[in-house]
């Protein structure tokens, strides 16, 4: 489902169930729609529709049933409750647009809301538009976002080149504030995390722990940015700790089989006693390979990802990673489009900020020579 939701995302899913029990759509104990089934059709990660579900059943709105799935109760809806705002309309006023690839990982979950509170707290409407990595997508809800909006947070598309509609936002000097992703060539502003520290961070601390032999791991192009820039990172803190560059220990398209066959040989040849897993999707591919070779982490296989697995529940013990700094990347985000709006569209500024590495229970020593 494209269009323009209301923050927080698992509310969008509540308050849309909400509206099709009061307008007859769905009635008592009409089965509700799967978890897999929301995640794909609000563009969602697991988590957002747990969280949607679980809170309707503490409202007493559904019922689940182990192994059946979630079921509508005889429960009146206070007409008091929000209804849902229908996709297409935009609230007349102070108007900034969001529009993101995917929100199916920590970080991206985290930033959105982070920068939802921020606009809020400014007296700013926030819609988001999900594109789904689809440039056709992108280049209409652009156009259709400067008709509406004053400005926009644009987390560009995975593509080999960047959409022609972001170029038309330059031309004709639209505010608008690059996040996350930086595209080359394209004089406008950005913010994001320093990924190249962020590499170097997590290499130097496994180094520090006596790993000389630390494999990188991704699944994202590294014709992506982030992704280009956590590999350089990682080769020149590769080089500055050691004569011999090894290339050889970088394994990207993991989510390729072949891929996934050269990593498993390297762990079973115990050619890398480390890893960096440069997101959460290469630290679950990561894990489950080890586990197959009944390698322990981490007394056998060290492991640092970017951001953290176990972000919606920090009692859970967690895994070290590099941690984004959502806040202030969306702090700073939306002060710099408000700088454009306000005042000067020429403004053309490159902010990074710098992550931090939180330890956890995947790295140790390295006890082998």
């Known amino acids: 489902m494209q269009g323009t939701y209301r923050l927080p995302l698992y509310a969008v899913i509540m308050e849309d169930i909400k509206a099709r029990i009061s307008d007859g759509t769905y009635h008592p104990d009409d089965r509700l729609p799967s978890e897999k089934e929301l995640m794909a059709s609000y563009g969602v990660s697991r988590i957002v529709a747990v969280n949607a579900l679980t809170n309707l059943v503490k409202e007493g709105l559904i ?11 005889g429960k009146t809806i206070p007409e008091q409750l929000p209804k849902a705002r229908p996709a297409t309309q935009m609230e007349t006023g ?5 529009l993101i690839p995917h929100i199916d990982d920590p970080f991206v979950i985290q930033l959105v809301n982070r920068l ?12 988001l538009f999900i594109t789904s990595q689809n440039p056709e997508y992108e280049k209409n809800s652009i156009s259709f976002l400067q008709q509406q909006a004053q400005g926009m947070i644009l987390f560009p598309c995975n593509a080999d080149t960047y959409n022609d509609a972001i170029l038309s936002m330059v031309v004709q ?3 608008f504030v690059l996040v996350d992703r930086r595209l080359p060539g394209l004089e406008a502003n950005y913010v994001g995390t320093d990924n190249g520290l962020g ?3 997590a290499f130097e601390y496994l180094f520090s722990l006596g790993h000389h032999n630390v494999a990188l791991c991704c699944t994202t192009p590294l014709s992506t940015y982030s992704t280009g820039k956590r590999l350089e990172g990682y080769l020149e803190a590769l080089k500055s700790s050691s004569d011999l560059l090894n290339p050889s220990l970088v394994v990207h398209n993991l989510f390729e089989r072949e891929s996934q066959e050269v990593f498993r040989e390297m762990l079973r040849n115990r050619k890398a006693t480390a890893a960096i897993c440069l997101d959460i999707r290469d630290f679950e591919i990561c894990r489950k390979i080890a586990a197959e070779l009944d390698l322990d982490i981490p007394r056998d296989l060290s492991v640092i990802t970017f951001d953290n697995p176990n972000f919606h529940d920090w009692s859970l013990n967690t895994a070290t990673h590099i941690r984004q700094n959502e ?3 969306a702090k700073a985000a939306i002060e710099l489009l408000l700088r454009q709006i306000q005042a000067d569209f020429s403004l053309c500024e490159v902010v990074e900020i710098p992550p931090k590495l939180e330890i956890g229970y995947t790295t140790a020593k390295c006890i082998r020579k």
């Open 173 to 175: 000097k639209y505010p």
């Open 199 to 201: 590499a170097k961070i």
């Open 327 to 329: 806040e202030e990347i």
């Open 63 to 73: 019922y689940r049933v182990p192994g059946r799935g979630s079921f509508v109760s």
């Open 94 to 98: 102070k108007t900034l647009g969001l």
């Open 116 to 127: 939802n509170q921020e606009a809020n707290q400014r007296g700013y409407y926030f819609p």
